[in-house]
Nanobody, 126 residues
C-alpha cells in the first residue's frame, strides 16, 4: 500500500485557480495509476481525473474537462491537479487515490481504488 498526502486546498473566488498536490510514499510510485476524486456535502463521490503509471494516458470527468489538468512526476512521487476557471460547484473535499492493479483507468465509474489520502478541502466562492 502506498501512503498518500494531499495539499494545496483552500478558498478561492470563482474563476480562480488552485493547484492540488499529492505526495506518495514508497519506492513503487510508478507502478500506480493515480487519480483525484471529490465529494461535496450531501453528494456522492465524483470522479475528477486519473493518470496512467507512465503519464501517457489521462482521463477526466465531464464536469472538469478543459478546466483541470492532472500530471505526475514519478521521480518525485507526486501527482498534481491544476484547477483553473473554478466554479462554486467545484467546492468539495478532494481525495488523491492510487491503485497498482491497473496501468491506466478506462472506466472511472467502476474503478476501485486501493489507497486513499485524507482529503483536502476546496471551497470556491461566488
Amino acid at each position: 500500500q502506498v501512503q498518500l498526502v494531499e495539499s494545496g486546498g483552500g478558498l478561492v473566488q470563482a474563476g480562480g485557480s488552485l493547484r492540488l498536490s499529492c505526495a506518495a510514499s514508497g519506492r513503487t510510485f510508478s507502478s500506480y495509476a493515480m487519480g483525484w476524486l471529490r465529494q461535496a456535502p450531501g453528494k456522492e463521490r465524483e470522479f475528477v481525473a486519473a493518470i496512467s503509471r507512465s503519464a501517457t494516458n489521462t482521463i477526466y470527468g465531464d464536469s472538469v474537462k478543459g478546466r483541470f489538468t492532472i500530471s505526475r512526476d514519478n521521480a518525485k512521487n507526486t501527482v498534481v491537479l491544476q484547477m483553473n476557471s473554478l466554479k462554486p460547484e467545484d467546492t468539495a473535499v478532494y481525495y488523491c487515490a492510487a491503485d497498482n492493479r491497473v496501468a491506466y483507468v478506462t472506466v472511472p465509474q467502476t474503478m476501485e481504488w486501493g489507497s486513499w489520502g485524507q482529503g483536502t478541502q476546496v471551497t470556491v466562492s461566488s
